[in-house]
């Protein structure tokens, strides 16, 4: 039993790693798979295996269909990922997260010749009971790499920052106005996610100086 209940019209950050912190991704068919999934998975109707559904009729697809979540932002990299999440059906974020794990651990399974679980355990989850939690973590997130300074390959992260700050072709995110219209453009959005992003690293520096002197 989850310590917080899932509630139509709540926002919930959602996150987990690979299991024993192993990388989720080895190349860009697989980032390219896990997010086809996000987009596949996220109906109300089950769509059964993804390769199955390319089979379908366009209007069959779960992107066309009555969705279970509205992705607010996201961050993948790769040995973990990030989402804000609206829920928008009962149990939607639930059935979301259980289908693209579980559709993703089997393609990654086969695909390596393994077995086995590749998630650290259920998802993790986070109630955003607050504007500002919900405007602080959206940053957080679209920026999730450059907060912790991590240095990956072309392929190894993507974010949904240049959907927040450019006229982005690839549009996963469903309702950035929850985030984007409490500002005037997407300019001043970069602005505010800048100038977060500064005050983040400059705190982790004041902390990890008080550390090495607790250390000393």
Same mark, same amino acid.
């Given at each position: 039993?989850?310590?917080? %209940?899932?509630?139509?019209?709540?926002?919930?950050? =959602?996150? +987990?790693?690979?299991?024993?912190?192993?990388?989720?991704?080895?190349? +860009?068919?697989?980032?390219?798979?896990?997010?086809?999934?996000?987009?596949?998975?996220?109906? #109300? @109707? %089950?769509?059964?295996?993804?390769?199955?559904?390319?089979?379908?009729?366009?209007?069959?697809?779960?992107?066309?269909?009555?969705?279970?979540?509205?992705?607010?932002?996201?961050?993948?990299?790769?040995?973990?990922?990030?989402?804000?999440?609206?829920?928008?059906?009962?149990?939607?974020?639930?059935?979301?997260?259980?289908?693209?794990?579980?559709?993703?651990?089997?393609?990654?399974?086969?695909?390596?010749?393994?077995?086995?679980?590749?998630?650290?355990?259920?998802?993790?989850?986070?109630?955003?009971?607050?504007?500002?939690?919900?405007?602080?973590?959206?940053?957080? =997130?679209?920026? +999730?790499?450059?907060?912790?300074?991590?240095?990956?390959?072309?392929?190894?992260? @993507?974010?949904?920052?240049? #959907?927040?700050?450019?006229?982005? @072709?690839?549009?996963?995110?469903?309702?950035?106005?929850?985030?984007?219209?409490?500002?005037?453009?997407?300019?001043?959005?970069?602005?505010?996610?800048?100038?977060?992003? @500064?005050?983040?690293?400059?705190?982790?520096?004041?902390?990890?100086?008080?550390?090495?002197?607790?250390?000393?």
């Amino acid at each position: 039993m989850r310590k917080i %209940p899932f509630a139509v019209g709540e926002f919930y950050h =959602i996150y +987990n790693r690979g299991v024993e912190k192993r990388n989720l991704f080895q190349d +860009n068919d697989d980032l390219g798979r896990f997010f086809k999934s996000i987009s596949e998975f996220n109906t #109300e @109707k %089950p769509i059964g295996s993804i390769f199955e559904n390319s089979f379908k009729k366009k209007t069959q697809l779960g992107s066309e269909a009555s969705k279970l979540v509205d992705i607010i932002c996201y961050s993948v990299s790769q040995n973990h990922y990030h989402f804000i999440l609206e829920q928008i059906a009962d149990k939607g974020i639930e059935k979301f997260m259980h289908r693209v794990g579980t559709g993703y651990t089997k393609y990654f399974n086969n695909k390596y010749k393994r077995s086995g679980v590749l998630f650290q355990g259920i998802f993790q989850s986070r109630h955003i009971n607050s504007n500002e939690y919900l405007l602080h973590l959206s940053v957080y =997130i679209n920026l +999730n790499n450059a907060i912790h300074k991590t240095r990956l390959g072309s392929f190894a992260s @993507k974010s949904s920052w240049d #959907e927040y700050t450019k006229d982005f @072709k690839m549009e996963l995110c469903h309702n950035k106005n929850v985030v984007l219209g409490q500002f005037k453009d997407k300019k001043e959005y970069k602005k505010f996610a800048e100038k977060f992003l @500064k005050s983040m690293k400059e705190r982790k520096e004041y902390l990890k100086k008080i550390e090495n002197c607790i250390i000393e």
